[in-house]
């Protein structure tokens, strides 16, 4: 079974600067892999997906995921992060047989400092 | 943009009671989900819907649980018998198609607290 483990659970970036939010997962193939966000109070928002192809991807709001097989890892970045970044953000893997279900992440909580 | 609606988004209920959540997907999908997440725990999945039968289920969805298309726009997650660990936050969600060029459209949950 698949599995995702994001190692932070919080994160302070001052506005301005750079964004890495790490995500590995654990699947016997090449999986599907997703970044949703999540702002208070509402609920989880597509970023980014890879399915294949280019291992860099670009995703809304200036996001982007590098899929590093080497590395069983999807790390989300951003040059520069704004206030309204400011949410939880989940990493996701979906198997590449069967149904549209999702394994996730525990999310990590973005704080984005002045 | 068409949206995937829940109500409520706060539901407080005493162990044992039935609760029903409500969800409207976005009307041309045909693929339902119900994912839930625990307080401080991942969101894991907990059914999919399709063709008015379930699709998948996980180990989570026990005979506690079930789900219902009742008319052509209501997609509803019922708990029969609420105990404490039912407290999460659940969110619904739906699809066009099957597979994942087709992603999940979710909503912005609902947060069940049991006392």
């Known amino acids: 079974a698949q599995s995702v483990t994001q190692p932070d659970i919080h994160i302070t970036v001052s506005e301005g600067a750079s964004l890495e939010l790490r995500c590995n997962y654990s699947?016997?193939?090449?999986?599907?892999l997703f970044w949703y966000v999540q702002s208070p109070g509402q609920g989880l928002q597509l970023l980014l997906k890879y399915f294949s192809g280019d291992t860099l991807v670009q995703g809304i709001k200036g996001f982007e995921a590098e899929f590093k097989r080497s590395q069983s890892s999807f790390n989300l970045r951003k040059p520069s992060v704004h206030w309204s970044d400011a949410a939880e953000y989940f990493c996701?893997?979906?198997?590449?047989?069967?149904?549209?279900?999702?394994?996730f992440g525990k999310g990590t909580m973005l704080l984005v400092s002045p | 943009e068409p949206e995937v609606t829940q109500t409520p988004s706060h539901q407080v209920t005493q162990m044992g009671q039935e609760v029903i959540l409500r969800c409207v997907p976005i009307?041309?999908?045909?693929?339902f989900y119900w994912y839930r997440q625990i307080l401080g725990q991942k969101v894991e999945f907990l059914v999919s819907?399709?063709?008015?039968?379930?699709?998948?289920k996980s180990e989570i969805f026990d005979d506690q649980f079930s789900v219902e298309r009742p008319d052509g726009s209501n997609f509803t997650l019922k708990i029969r018998s609420t105990k404490l660990e039912d407290s999460a936050m659940y969110f619904c969600?739906?699809?066009?198609?099957?597979?994942?060029?087709?992603?999940?459209?979710f909503g912005n949950g609902t947060r069940l607290t049991v006392t």
């Open positions: 969600a739906s699809s066009e198609k099957e597979g994942w060029n087709s992603p999940l459209h």
């Open positions: 996701a893997v979906g198997a590449r047989s069967g149904y549209s279900t999702l394994t």
């Open positions: 819907f399709y063709n008015n039968e379930i699709s998948e």
């Open positions: 699947y016997g193939a090449t999986p599907y």
């Open positions: 009307s041309n999908h045909l693929y």
